[in-house]
């Protein structure tokens, strides 16, 4: 994608306004696309398509151009999920930003029309560069645009600092038993802030029935779903890779919300427990079996061994805490090609005589 394209075409989009406005241009961009991409006015100004590498997007800079016709007052260096953060409205309103998120193709046309309409209501800017940067990457496989927007608007740095703060105690005692300064125990201690106040959140959540079906969705899709970001894309990290990590996390917390902060309680340690209530010696094995399976899962097949066992934990009485914490940072690092997570869930499992 050709910055220098966007960038020229947003430049003359803007131009259009300046005094004195172009009406006759803006009213060409206006009407300039139908209710889907491949419906295009043939009256747009001719030099759309010199800011065009693939005739294919012209539908998309049309969008964003009849956009800006229709609310004239740009934004600049102001991220869509900021943007669309600062409009005020009803709980609707979140309601129709999770189903702009979730649209594909043609909805999209409608949805962002809607959400600029509000904006202009509300005289809120809108950078224009921003999003036609972000509608020409909104069908990417990773849907890294929709995530981006959904940390921005859902994220909350007061609640984000209260959380925090209620951690910080565990936090300092913990950095204080980590004598190494090296940049891999100093990205270990990030990844445990961070894990102490997402799982901390979560814990909030134990009895909100709507956030842990909402959660429980997410199950058997390492990205989750559109549902779940605005419980989890506050506590996003930067690292993209870490993402499947925390939907994983949550999703398995909307199937069990029994949480324990017990050190050393990991996965291993579960299955242990599960076996003790085992009668039969083929109950042993099979558990045992399934236990060997889950270690040489990758992170791709790991979710659908995880649910299994959460969920048995769930189901027996009595029921088996589960330390999501512990959890979220051992996924985070489950392809280390140390395997050092797989050995520690073996060594609880098997550490057990009965298993031995």
């Known amino acids: 994608m050709n910055t220098e394209k966007i960038n020229s075409f947003v430049y003359r989009l803007y131009k259009l306004d300046n005094p004195p406005s172009n009406t006759a241009a803006l009213a060409k961009f206006r009407r300039g696309i139908g209710d889907n991409f491949d419906d295009v006015s043939h009256d747009l100004p001719p030099w759309l398509l010199d800011c065009i590498e693939d005739p294919k997007q ?80 909104w069908e990417n496989p990773d849907q890294a645009v929709q995530f981006h927007w959904a940390r921005d608007y859902w994220s909350d740095s007061a609640v ?57 969705r997410g199950l058997g899709k390492s990205q989750g779903t559109i549902g779940m970001l605005p419980y989890i894309a506050p506590f996003l990290p930067d690292d993209k890779r870490e993402y499947s990590a925390y939907f994983l996390t949550a999703s398995l917390f909307g199937i069990h919300a029994l949480f324990t902060e017990q050190k050393y309680h990991d996965i291993g340690r579960i299955f242990r427990l599960l076996g003790e209530k085992k009668t039969s010696k083929e109950a042993t094995q099979s558990l045992q079996r399934r236990f060997t399976a889950l ?62």
Not at 160 to 186: F, G
């Open 58 to 137: 012209i539908g998309k800079f049309a969008l964003v151009g009849s956009l800006f016709a229709l609310h004239r007052l740009p934004a600049q260096h102001e991220t869509m999920g900021r943007c669309f953060a600062r409009i005020k409205g009803s709980d609707s309103l979140e309601k129709r930003f999770i189903s702009l998120l979730d649209a594909q193709g043609n909805e999209l046309i409608q949805r962002l029309r809607e959400i600029i309409g509000l904006a202009k209501s509300q005289e809120v800017p809108i950078d224009y560069g921003s999003l036609l940067h972000d509608i020409l990457n």
């Open 160 to 216: 984000y600092e209260s959380l925090k703060q209620e951690v910080e105690s565990d936090w300092k005692n913990e950095q204080a038993s980590l004598k190494s300064k090296s940049r891999q125990e100093q990205d270990l201690n990030h990844n445990r802030l961070q894990a102490m106040i997402f799982t901390k959140y979560l814990q909030g959540l134990r009895e909100n029935r709507a956030a842990l079906a909402h959660l429980r």
């Open 295 to 356: 270690l040489d899962a990758n992170q791709m097949d790991i979710g659908h061994h995880l649910r299994q066992v959460i969920s048995e934990a769930n189901s027996v009485k009595p029921e088996i805490a589960v330390s999501y914490r512990q959890l979220l940072l051992d996924l985070i690092d489950w392809d280390s090609p140390k395997k050092h997570i797989q050995k520690r869930w073996a060594k609880s499992f098997f550490f057990d005589p009965k298993f031995g």
